[in-house]
């Protein structure tokens, strides 16, 4: 009896890897996740399958993955997450990604110790970058400094107010007649 169910447990085993799709992602990626709920009044067939996209913000283990929305963060299995492909990102979500992706992740500091030295230094040494290291510095130090610097202040009317992103807000040009403060 127990070799029936060994050879049976083996073939379903097979058939399963078969059609098995292993995904994985990586911290950073932007992935979609199955949505599942169901609301009264409202029909299943009409509402979108994916819900997102989401930040992947760490991986657990090769299946699980943990995921932040806007608000919130979950950790799911990798058959419920699809990969986003969409040409239009949010904006919240692209400066999530970039804050991600620029600061360390906890889990690539733990992997390597501060006090390792993997005396890496000799590829970086150049002796010709050196060369133009200096002769840099030489040309910076040696600009004149005798050469007007345009005036910071410009006339009250024509100033605007510079925006998040350091430029400079324009006035639609359909509202040119109108005095309006940004």
Known sequence: MNSAHNTARQHQQQQYNKSLCQR???PGDLVYKLDSSTKVGIST???PVYDGPYLVSQVISPVLYRIEGRKRSSVLHHDRLRICQDR???MWIRRKRHLFLTSESPAASANVEPDDDWHLQHLFEDPSMAN???Q?????ISLPTDVPQPSPTLEPDLQLPISRTGRQ???PGHLRDYD???
């Open 24 to 26: 994985s992602f990586e």
């Open 45 to 47: 067939k009409l509402r």
């Open 88 to 90: 239009d990102i949010p």
């Open 132 to 134: 133009m290291v200096d």
């Open 136 to 140: 840099a510095r030489k040309l910076v």
């Open 169 to 171: 807000r324009k006035k």
């Open 180 to 182: 309006l403060n940004f």
